[in-house]
């Protein structure tokens, strides 16, 4: 696909990984609009990149109708979808009084990374399924986020871990299911990757971090992440696949 005048959307767009696809994607030439829960931060990068920014909770169907509707009117029909909303999390299953974790803390986590991600990509991808096609057949793409934890979680991260191999597993059926329509779908997994939540830890655990990196051995950059991002949405054979994006790490239990 040709970015230049394509509309493309970016939920968790106001931060983070989800701030530089939209950075990139303008860039590109695409008309952007940026969906996030906080929509002062949105509607500042949206000023900054003069494009299109609204409020999306993406756990409640009318946010995110209500949300697509602006972006369409502004954009017109979605062809590109970047899905960055999500939440972190860690705790262990059972505390140090003895007591169970909080089933309300795995089903935030889970309702949030894994059921809200569903609950864009099927509402987005009816209305790419209902444009007319672009060269070879193709209607859109849709790009979901997982992580590095999906495959080899940490202690503490079952809720996490289980979120975003839910994301993982479903890539392939949801590729499957959409090839119909000549709809792509591709997830990437980062790993540890320089985000507002690290730039928070205190510069020596964010190099004790980059440590076990095999290669580049540092932080993974947002705008790497954008850079996949686009070239995903570029490339008309990457469907149905994640793809680690994580220097050769592998977490270790803790």
């Not at 790419?128 to 080899?152: C, N, Q, Y």
Request: charged share 15%; aromatic share 4%; glycine share 10%.
């Amino acid at each position: 696909m040709q970015l230049q005048g394509q509309a493309a959307l970016v939920t968790g767009g106001a931060s983070g990984l989800g701030a530089e696809t939209a950075r990139q994607l303008v860039s590109a030439g695409a008309r952007v609009s940026i969906l996030d829960v906080n929509m002062d931060a949105a509607q500042a990068l949206a000023k900054e990149l003069n494009c299109h920014a609204a409020r999306c909770d993406i756990t409640d169907t009318a946010s995110v109708e209500a949300a697509l509707e602006a972006a369409q009117a502004a954009n017109g029909v979605p062809r590109i979808l970047v899905n960055c909303a999500g939440i972190g999390g860690a705790r262990r299953m059972v505390g140090k009084d003895g007591s169970a974790i909080p089933l309300e803390d795995f089903s935030r986590i889970v309702n949030v990374n894994l059921i809200g991600t569903f609950n864009v990509i099927r509402l987005v991808a009816a209305r790419m399924a209902a444009a007319e096609p672009l060269a070879e057949g193709e209607r859109g793409v849709i790009v979901a986020t997982a992580s590095v934890a999906a495959f080899d979680g940490q202690v503490g991260q079952a809720g996490y871990a289980a979120s975003k191999g839910g994301i993982t597993a479903m890539t392939l059926p949801l590729a499957r299911d959409l090839a119909q329509y000549g709809i792509r779908v591709v997830t990437i997994a980062p790993g540890l990757f320089l985000t507002p939540l690290l730039y928070k830890l205190p510069e020596e655990v964010q190099q004790s971090l980059a440590a076990s990196i095999p290669f580049p051995k540092r932080l993974g950059k947002a705008e790497e992440y954008a850079q996949l991002a686009l070239h995903i949405a570029t490339n008309l054979s990457l469907n149905g696949e994640v793809i680690r994006l994580d220097g050769a790490l592998r977490l270790a239990p803790r």
